[in-house]
Structure formats: structure tokens, C-alpha cells
């Protein structure tokens, strides 16, 4: 047994500490991990109605509940052996796994001793790709491959750890359905689980001081592809991808990180001028990032509809922010060739023009 729960009334349930050697010693866990514990620890007191604990993600829309499976892998760093979690129903839908070893030793080991080292594992994965930290996004191919991997100790002669990817193995879509307002969010997981949801979280919009909940749910699903529909009981409704607005920073106003992960000036979302706030601002609009009329939170900005069309294409084709963005400018910069094919058509319409005016005159 690794964690100990209190069994008094008052606080049956709650997770005190881990048993180590030599007596019981607290440990800060990040607060999703520790939202797991407590969920096992009052799952063991027999608590009943803790099974039910309700849990904050970061999606718009407020609360929302989410069966707490997938949280070992999801929100820790520790490889799925050392969370003794059971691998078999990881693998079923796991398809991204992150490759690390010590001291970052895979950034100098060649491309043919990598694929010598994925080979003895588990054979050749369905995609590799180099992450910035050195380490590998391997995407394999199925089940049976990333349960060799999760249970894989060695890499060539190297301590290897494997952790899930916390974000593309999931994947967010939304439905829209009447009949689905008479359920809770908890009666919606627990219905589609076999359909391999672990989240739901309704969109409600604000009308003054009023909260409205909406028909539209956002669903989470514990596989990196995206179902075309779900079964509720006795309806069948259709499931869209759910792209979510662009992330943009409230202190310094520029898209792409949050205002805690921060480093820049604090910058005005009225005026795009840094040293102040917008508040009490009576300044004309100005955008800080396309330097238009307009304040820099607007809807209307160009530069919020292309991170827009980022945020599409990333969640379409299921890769990384930064790779939809280098796609994104790739389509914004034409090639040569397509330089070279529209001057020569402008240049051949304008000697028709030339021609044709000339043989009236």
C-alpha cells in the first residue's frame, strides 16, 4: 500500500501522505495527480459519492467532470511502470509516447542506432519525430506495439523512460442535441464511457449576470482519432471537432502562451501600448498585433483569425501548434514556381489586351 487515507468521519477519504521507510511524509503532487489519489483513496473507504468528484479543466464553458482513468499517465511525468497502472487498458488506446533517456543521450546517438534501438523493442513505429528537448515522439502503430514500448526498461545499453503524450492522445469534439440537456455531465460519462469518453463539459453562455447552459457538449475522448458519432440511449447524434479559440495572453497581448507563463511588458488590449493596463483606458482602439483600428481582443483581427485557422488545422490533422503554424506561413509564402507561373500570365493577359485593342483601332 503507497498511500494512506484518514478513516474519521470527517475526513474519510482524504489522502494524508505516502508510506515510506522509516514513517509517512508528505509529498505536494500537481493537483490533477492528487485529484487521482483522492479519487482511489475514497474509492477503497467505500465513500460512494466521491466516486463523482468534479474536476477543473481549462476549457471555456466552466465546470466540468472527467473520469479520472487516464490521469496517472496524463498529468505525471512517471512512466506507466512506476505508477503500476494497468498497461493493457493504456495500450488500447495510446498511440503517442514520449522516448527520453539520461542526460538527454538520445540527441547524439545517430538515426540508425535509434531505429536499431525502436526495432528491438517493439519494431519499426508508425511515425518518429525529434522533439526540441532531444527526446522522441514515437507514434506507434498499435496496441500490442505500445505495450512494448510502456513496459520497455532499455534502450540500446541506456535507462529508457516512456511517458504518454498528455495532449494527442485525446482528442475534444462537440455535439449538439436537445435531448442531451436533461443529462448531467457525470450521466454522460458514465453512459458513453464503452465509447471511450473520460470528459464532459457543457458550454453555457452569460446573459448579464445570468448563466445559460446550451445544448452543446464538449466531449472528450481517451483516443487520438475522433469518433463521426456517439450513441445516447436511444439517440445517435453526430460529433464535430471542437476547435477551441486562440490562446492569447493577457499581459502582453500576443497569441501562443498564457499571462502565467509570461515574460513580456504589460501591454494595454485597448490601446497595444505597453507600460499600462486597460483599465480606465479612453484611448481609441488600436491593435497590438496588426496596428489596426481595433482593440487588440477583437474577433476581427486578422492576426486572431489566422491563429484561428492554426488552431483548425492543428486540431484537423491532429499535430502540434508548431507545426500547424510553420504549415500555415507555408501557405502565405508562395513558392518560386508560383512567383515565376503568375508573372508570366499577367504578362501574356496584358499582350492579349494589347493585341486585341490594336486590332480594333
Same mark, same amino acid.
Not at 515522439?137 to 526498461?153: C, G, P, R, V
Not at 456517439?230 to 447524434?237: D, K, L, P, V
Not at 495572453?249 to 501562443?256: A, L, M, T
Not at 502540434?320 to 509564402?333: G, H, V
Given at each position: 500500500t503507497w498511500l494512506v487515507c !484518514?478513516?474519521?468521519s470527517s475526513d474519510s477519504g482524504q489522502l494524508?501522505?505516502?508510506c515510506v521507510k522509516g514513517g509517512r511524509r508528505s509529498r505536494k503532487w500537481p493537483l490533477a495527480y492528487r485529484s487521482w489519489l483522492t479519487y482511489k483513496a475514497s474509492t477503497k473507504a467505500g465513500d460512494a459519492q466521491s466516486q463523482q468528484l468534479p474536476s477543473l479543466v481549462g476549457l471555456r464553458g466552466g465546470r466540468c467532470r472527467r473520469d479520472l482513468n487516464l490521469y496517472p499517465l496524463l498529468f505525471s511525468d512517471r512512466t506507466a511502470s512506476e505508477l503500476n497502472i494497468d498497461i493493457d487498458k493504456v495500450s488500447q488506446t495510446a498511440r503517442f509516447l514520449i522516448l527520453s533517456l539520461p &542526460? %538527454?543521450?538520445l540527441s547524439k546517438l545517430s538515426p540508425f542506432a535509434i531505429e536499431k534501438g525502436l526495432h528491438a523493442i517493439g519494431g519499426s513505429p508508425k511515425s518518429v519525430k525529434r522533439l526540441r528537448s532531444g527526446d522522441l515522439l514515437n507514434e506507434t502503430a498499435s496496441a500490442i506495439q505500445t505495450k512494448s514500448f510502456l513496459l520497455a526498461k532499455k534502450f540500446l545499453d541506456y535507462q529508457l523512460s516512456v511517458t504518454v503524450h498528455k495532449a494527442l492522445n485525446s482528442y475534444r469534439g462537440v455535439v449538439s442535441d436537445k435531448e442531451l440537456m436533461m443529462a448531467s455531465e457525470s450521466e454522460i460519462i458514465e453512459g458513453l464511457s464503452k465509447q471511450g469518453v473520460i470528459a464532459? *463539459?457543457?458550454? %453555457?453562455i452569460r446573459r448579464g449576470n445570468d448563466t445559460i447552459p446550451t445544448k452543446h457538449v464538449i466531449l472528450t475522448f481517451s483516443s487520438s482519432k475522433l469518433p463521426s458519432s456517439i450513441t445516447a440511449g436511444y439517440i445517435r447524434s453526430p460529433v464535430?471537432?471542437?476547435i477551441p479559440n486562440p490562446l492569447r495572453c493577457f499581459n502582453c497581448q500576443r497569441f501562443g502562451h498564457s499571462k502565467v507563463a509570461c515574460r513580456g511588458q504589460l501591454t494595454c488590449s485597448n490601446f497595444g501600448i505597453a507600460g499600462h493596463s486597460a483599465n480606465g483606458c479612453k484611448a481609441d482602439p488600436h491593435c497590438f498585433q496588426c496596428k489596426q483600428d481595433h482593440s487588440s481582443d !477583437?474577433? &476581427? *483581427?486578422?492576426?486572431?483569425k489566422t491563429e484561428k485557422k492554426i488552431q483548425e488545422i492543428k486540431i484537423k490533422q %491532429?499535430?502540434?501548434y508548431a507545426e500547424a503554424k510553420k504549415l500555415i506561413s507555408q501557405e502565405k509564402t508562395p513558392s518560386y514556381s508560383q512567383a515565376v507561373k503568375s508573372s508570366l500570365s499577367q504578362n501574356t493577359q496584358t499582350d492579349e489586351n494589347i493585341s486585341y485593342r490594336s486590332a480594333f483601332n
Amino acid at each position: 500500500t503507497w498511500l494512506v487515507c !484518514s478513516r474519521g468521519s470527517s475526513d474519510s477519504g482524504q489522502l494524508l501522505g505516502l508510506c515510506v521507510k522509516g514513517g509517512r511524509r508528505s509529498r505536494k503532487w500537481p493537483l490533477a495527480y492528487r485529484s487521482w489519489l483522492t479519487y482511489k483513496a475514497s474509492t477503497k473507504a467505500g465513500d460512494a459519492q466521491s466516486q463523482q468528484l468534479p474536476s477543473l479543466v481549462g476549457l471555456r464553458g466552466g465546470r466540468c467532470r472527467r473520469d479520472l482513468n487516464l490521469y496517472p499517465l496524463l498529468f505525471s511525468d512517471r512512466t506507466a511502470s512506476e505508477l503500476n497502472i494497468d498497461i493493457d487498458k493504456v495500450s488500447q488506446t495510446a498511440r503517442f509516447l514520449i522516448l527520453s533517456l539520461p &542526460d %538527454n543521450q538520445l540527441s547524439k546517438l545517430s538515426p540508425f542506432a535509434i531505429e536499431k534501438g525502436l526495432h528491438a523493442i517493439g519494431g519499426s513505429p508508425k511515425s518518429v519525430k525529434r522533439l526540441r528537448s532531444g527526446d522522441l515522439l514515437n507514434e506507434t502503430a498499435s496496441a500490442i506495439q505500445t505495450k512494448s514500448f510502456l513496459l520497455a526498461k532499455k534502450f540500446l545499453d541506456y535507462q529508457l523512460s516512456v511517458t504518454v503524450h498528455k495532449a494527442l492522445n485525446s482528442y475534444r469534439g462537440v455535439v449538439s442535441d436537445k435531448e442531451l440537456m436533461m443529462a448531467s455531465e457525470s450521466e454522460i460519462i458514465e453512459g458513453l464511457s464503452k465509447q471511450g469518453v473520460i470528459a464532459a *463539459c457543457r458550454i %453555457n453562455i452569460r446573459r448579464g449576470n445570468d448563466t445559460i447552459p446550451t445544448k452543446h457538449v464538449i466531449l472528450t475522448f481517451s483516443s487520438s482519432k475522433l469518433p463521426s458519432s456517439i450513441t445516447a440511449g436511444y439517440i445517435r447524434s453526430p460529433v464535430k471537432p471542437y476547435i477551441p479559440n486562440p490562446l492569447r495572453c493577457f499581459n502582453c497581448q500576443r497569441f501562443g502562451h498564457s499571462k502565467v507563463a509570461c515574460r513580456g511588458q504589460l501591454t494595454c488590449s485597448n490601446f497595444g501600448i505597453a507600460g499600462h493596463s486597460a483599465n480606465g483606458c479612453k484611448a481609441d482602439p488600436h491593435c497590438f498585433q496588426c496596428k489596426q483600428d481595433h482593440s487588440s481582443d !477583437s474577433k &476581427d *483581427c486578422p492576426q486572431w483569425k489566422t491563429e484561428k485557422k492554426i488552431q483548425e488545422i492543428k486540431i484537423k490533422q %491532429n499535430i502540434t501548434y508548431a507545426e500547424a503554424k510553420k504549415l500555415i506561413s507555408q501557405e502565405k509564402t508562395p513558392s518560386y514556381s508560383q512567383a515565376v507561373k503568375s508573372s508570366l500570365s499577367q504578362n501574356t493577359q496584358t499582350d492579349e489586351n494589347i493585341s486585341y485593342r490594336s486590332a480594333f483601332n
